[in-house]
């Protein structure tokens, strides 16, 4: 079935969802944002061609597109939730079908009906998402079998990657508090013209709540709590604002105990899982005319005593003592007449810090080593509405950014029977000297009226990077009696380009059929982590480097897209290559492969080659009104050429990709036999994932400590969920793997949850 | 402990009614104090490696292949298969290699 969609003025129904967000403008006479419109009803559709808030709307011109608009087809929204609009991928406001990439979108009542406990694990049912978590406190997206350092993550458009994220996985997007989401948006396949560095694989943007203006219609006030019972967990959330005509501010706290993780049966109580967080999130929204926005926004996160439990073993044992976020982050827009349409700037000062602890009982000292980076952020750009002969009218996004990085570290040994003896040894600090890494870039990007028969896109980024590194002995220091000690590092600074570019095609066929064939790039810039990490990293001892260069991938994809009134169906092929993509390979120091700790040396390399090729493929179809069936399925195939450190004489070693994710999916029935109940039935699985490469066989995470490795078992599990709505409270409840079994997503260092459940309960004022 | 309330992993302690409930006090020595820590396994509760269990015990899934789960065991006499070292009685585990087990000493 295909909907009439008329465009209207901006503010028609369209509500703000983020910071990235257009600029309303105030009309009290507009409906709720998301009213759930009547089938063959005009509902609003973001629009390339309406005119500006303030101007004149464009004559309605009413075009005939498929209908997307929000959630699953039929699906009953949220009336107090915005539209679902995506803006990660192009930077303009656009409907998650109408897209010319390959997106995810999950919305707060997706991640509320999943009883997600973090905003990683709100992406577990994800299609195209793969999720591995080496502790609860942590969870790593993995995209078209890229992770960590290879996915860009972002919280409302600001870089939560660092000059420090590492290789293999992290915990930074845990640092997101998930009950201030208000949108999750994953971009699959490079995303480095719009946001340069690190995005490889893909883009994780987290958009989180703004505050309404009084024309918009919002709660006021909210409280939400939700607790589980695999964790005996508690978490709770407020938050609540003041909405003038003009001024709008919210804020919000979150407080969040987890204990101990209680697996399937075969593992029962997990050891060193449990950990706290608070969070706290202050926003200010002010109209100052003429069509201009100013957005004020601070977020901070404190979580504390997160072990890491692959790590530990009592007398014995790791963790995260505190991981701290802080972000202020300004943003001014503007809408206008003028040449250009929206206006954008963005300032932004990030405070990322993490104190990770080592106990050894036995050795009677705690080891601390902490990191703290500081990232200043300014990001300006413009959409110009542009017309192209033959090709219609379109949006021209150009703009600049520039991050610096300033990376400060420590190292202390601490006596546990001696409390006053604390021993500073910078020496040993994780990044010594206090380096620093800047980068600045320049971005265009065309995209046409993607309503059109054919649209296109395309898009190009410069950039350049300079990490400024120390004088770095460590590594001689600690074998200064080695028959051929390590060399001494000198201090440099590293320069490096990067170019990143995309086109793209995408063609309405006959009965709501669309093609779409992108190829895109993306780049990397070695890191501060990447050139200096010395110590226990993943599954060795990682010994710093200087001889690595940028990472460049190349990605052709090719998908289609069938969206109808009962159904949509998406399925996508994406072939990435790879040259020099950096990951740990074994090495040998001094002679020896392992450390006196028996962990194998690692070192970081630029492989010789790598590729990936992935298939996503996912559904949804509702065969009645009040049922609704959906499921995704994703396979990825990875393999990398590099060389034998331990032995440079052997030849090239050809092997699979490290971490790569099994075949896995989900399948999921939904009955909503009223309009305040639904009921969910849900099966996720992954069959085992046998194809290791040399550093996975190293990891516990995925080869056991037994014999014979082959992988990380296979593994199904159902998950049961119903909730009910009144008026302004809803509850949820979520019956976790029914059939009590024993699993761990690939890579992973924990197990999932065993049965349990999962209560979430949520007011509104 | 200065307020009196038992507390948590990680923290100095001198006894284990100090520690929360489910942790013990492991001290660095016979005089010294401590950290609240998790206690060893005992012989039957399940494991993941051999580390979580009982000095004088071993974990199971040792003597199967990639088998992560298995339970604190006994460790074995002479001539049974083993994995590591502390698989046996001895101490001395010969012959097993990542894909093979070999036999206590």
């Not at chain 1, 003038?244 to 109580?269: E, H, K, P, S, W």
Request: glycine share 12%; proline share 8%.
């Amino acid at each position: 079935m295909l909907l009439a969609v008329t465009s209207l003025s901006a503010d028609g129904g369209t509500a703000p969802v983020g910071p990235e967000s257009t600029v309303t403008a105030p009309s009290p006479d507009h409906g709720p944002p998301g009213a759930d419109p009547e089938p063959e009803s005009t509902v609003t559709a973001p629009s390339p061609d309406r005119g500006a808030p303030g101007a004149n709307p464009a004559p309605e011109s009413t075009v005939t597109v498929p209908t997307s608009d929000r959630g699953p087809p039929g699906a009953d929204p949220d009336p107090e939730s915005p539209l679902t609009t995506v803006v990660t991928s192009t930077r303009s406001e656009r409907d998650p079908m109408e897209q010319p990439r390959a997106v995810t979108v999950l919305r707060a009542e997706d991640l509320a009906r999943r009883g997600a406990r973090t905003t990683p694990e709100a992406l577990l049912e994800s299609e195209g998402v793969f999720l591995q978590r080496t502790n609860p406190g942590g969870g790593a997206p993995i995209l078209r079998g890229l992770l960590g350092q290879h996915i860009l993550l972002l919280v409302d458009g600001v870089r939560l990657n660092n000059a420090t994220v590492r290789s293999g996985p992290n915990q930074f997007l845990n640092t997101v508090d998930p009950f201030s989401v208000e949108q999750l948006e994953v971009v699959r396949g490079p995303g480095s013209v719009l946001y340069g560095s690190d995005a490889l694989g893909g883009v994780v943007n987290v958009r989180t709540f703004q505050p309404r203006f009084h024309s918009e219609l919002t709660p006021s006030l909210l409280l939400r709590g939700q607790g589980g019972t695999a964790d005996t967990s508690l978490q709770g959330h407020l938050r609540a604002g003041v909405s003038l005509r003009d001024t709008a501010v919210a804020a919000a706290i979150t407080g969040r105990d987890f204990n101990d993780l209680t697996g399937g049966g075969q593992v029962g109580l997990q050891h060193y899982t449990a950990y706290e967080e608070a969070d706290a999130t202050v926003k200010l929204r002010q109209r100052l005319g003429f069509g201009t926005e100013l957005q004020l926004q601070y977020q901070g996160v404190r979580q504390s005593n997160a072990p890491r439990l692959d790590r530990s073993t009592p007398g014995d044992f790791r963790r995260f003592s505190d991981q701290e976020r802080d972000l202020g982050h300004l943003r001014l827009v503007s809408r206008g007449p003028g040449l250009f349409r929206q206006l954008s700037l963005d300032l932004s000062l990030h405070r990322q810090g993490d104190v990770t602890d080592r106990f050894r009982i036995s050795r009677d000292r705690i080891e601390s080593d902490t990191a703290t980076v500081w990232t200043s952020g300014l990001r300006a750009e413009g959409t110009l509405p542009v017309t192209l002969w033959g090709l219609g009218s379109g949006d021209l996004v150009v703009g600049g950014d520039a991050y610096y990085d300033r990376v400060l570290s420590g190292f202390t040994r601490l006596s546990i029977s001696d409390p006053d003896t604390v021993q500073g040894r910078p020496q040993d600090a994780r990044y010594p000297g206090a380096p620093t890494a800047l980068s600045g870039g320049l971005f265009a990007l065309l995209s046409t009226d993607q309503r059109r028969p054919i649209a296109y896109h395309l898009g190009l980024r410069g950039q350049a990077n300079s990490t400024r590194l120390p004088e770095d002995s460590r590594l001689r220091d600690l074998f200064v009696s080695a028959a051929e000690p390590p060399p001494v590092f000198p201090a440099t600074s590293v320069l490096t380009t990067g170019v990143a570019a995309e086109a793209g095609v995408r063609a309405h066929l006959a009965g709501g059929l669309q093609a779409l064939v992108n190829l895109g790039t993306g780049f990397r810039a070695p890191n501060v982590d990447d050139f200096l990490r010395l110590g226990a990293e993943g599954p060795g001892f990682v010994v710093p480097t200087r001889e690595l260069h940028p990472e460049q991938s190349f990605t052709a994809e090719g998908g289609l897209r069938w969206v109808h009134a009962q159904a949509r169906v998406q399925a996508f092929y994406a072939f990435t290559t790879l040259p020099g993509l950096i990951g740990n390979a074994p090495t040998a120091v001094d002679g020896q492969t392992l450390n006196p700790d028996g962990l194998p040396y690692l070192i970081h390399q630029n492989r010789d080659q790598a590729s990936i090729h992935a298939v996503e493929l996912s559904a949804e179809v509702q065969p009645l009104p009040t049922l609704r069936l959906g499921g995704h399925l994703g396979w990825t195939h990875g393999t990398q050429v590099l060389r034998d450190l331990t032995d440079p004489a052997q030849p090239l070693i050809r092997e699979p990709l490290s971490r790569i994710p099994p075949l896995n999916g989900t399948a999921r029935v939904t009955y909503d036999p009223f309009s305040f109940l639904f009921l969910e039935g849900v099966f996720r699985g992954a069959t085992a994932q046998t194809r290791l490469s040399g550093s996975d066989r190293l990891d516990t995470r995925m080869c056991a400590e037994a014999p014979g490795c082959t992988g990380t078992p296979a593994f199904g599990v159902l998950h049961a969920r119903v909730g009910t709505r009144w008026k302004n409270l809803s509850a949820s409840l979520s019956f976790q793997n029914l059939t009590d079994a024993t699993y761990r997503t690939h890579g992973s260092g924990v197990d999932e949850a065993g049965r349990s459940v999962v209560l979430s309960l949520e007011g509104k004022l | 402990m200065l307020t009196g309330c038992p507390v948590g992993l990680g923290e100095r302690c001198a006894a284990s009614d100090e520690c929360l409930g489910g942790l013990t006090c492991r001290l660095v020595d016979a005089d010294g104090p401590g950290l609240c820590d998790y206690p060893l396994r005992e012989e039957g509760e399940p494991c993941t490696t051999d580390r979580e269990c009982e000095d004088s015990l071993t974990c199971s899934n040792h003597f199967t292949a990639n088998q992560r789960y298995g339970s604190c065991v006994q460790k074995r006499p002479a001539a049974e298969a083993c994995f590591v070292n502390r698989d046996c009685q001895s101490g001395v585990c010969q012959g097993a290699t990542a894909e093979a087990l070999g036999a206590c000493q």
